[in-house]
T-cell receptor, first 115, second 114 residues
């Protein structure tokens, strides 16, 4: 079984301040982890992915995430928020085993950026 | 341009009237999937397909059917829609090895069942 918990449904930051979006996962297997972003009335876009290589993963638009197995966490960070970062962010865990593929999304975190 | 297309983008229908939402990808991807997005619930997987003629249930398959007769197309069928199927639907595709390849998402279909 696998699950994803996004610890905050809403996060509000001021423009220029750091962003932290928290994600914890549970998986019986070695997981692959992703962060996707959804801007208002848009589809989903991949921000970054962890696939058992480097534990610190860099993505687009200055975002990065660190895989911590001991804490079962994959938190998303950005040093300085920009107005264009206002969106909903989804943490995703996948398992690919013997042709069976299971994808589980977190419930999402809405990021508000205050000017 | 590499893309996933969905049609229609918006649909209002009535209870019990069969409908199909089409999904097509031009990237020669093996894996395709349907999700529904509801407020406070994130995206939940309805059905997925590993390749032509190979489909399996996701987390919320009740009330839905799918088929994969061609690699590029993966339609979602609601035989008898009900109001609890009012939602935003996304189709996605990816190449082999989902765990390593990103999913490409369609623009979404907003369905209202009255």
């Amino acid at each position: 079984a696998q699950s994803v918990t996004q610890l905050d449904s809403h996060v509000s930051v001021s423009e220029g301040t750091p962003v932290l979006l928290r994600c914890n996962y549970s998986s019986s297997y070695s997981p692959s982890l992703f962060w996707y972003v959804q801007h208002p009335n848009k589809g989903l876009q991949l921000l970054l992915k962890y696939t058992s290589a480097a534990t610190l993963v860099k993505g687009i638009n200055g975002f990065e995430a660190e895989f911590k197995k001991s804490e079962t966490s994959f938190h998303l960070t950005k040093p300085s928020a920009h107005m264009s970062d206002a969106a909903e962010y989804f943490c995703v865990v996948t398992r690919n085993s013997g042709g069976y593929q299971k994808v589980t999304f977190g419930i999402g975190t809405k990021l508000q950026v205050i000017p | 341009e590499a893309q996933v297309t969905q049609n229609p983008r918006y649909l209002i229908t009535v209870t019990g009237k069969k409908l199909t939402v089409t999904c097509s990808q031009n990237m020669n991807h093996e894996y395709m999937s349907w999700y529904r997005q509801d407020p406070g619930l994130g995206l939940r997987q309805i059905y997925y397909s590993m390749n032509v003629e190979v489909t399996d249930k996701g987390d919320v398959p009740e009330g839905y059917k799918v088929s994969r007769k061609e690699k590029r197309n993966f339609p979602l069928i609601l035989e008898s829609p009900s109001p609890n199927q009012t939602s935003l639907y996304f189709c996605a595709s990816s190449g082999q090895g989902l765990s390593y390849n990103e999913q490409f998402f369609g623009p979404g279909t907003r369905l209202t069942v009255l």
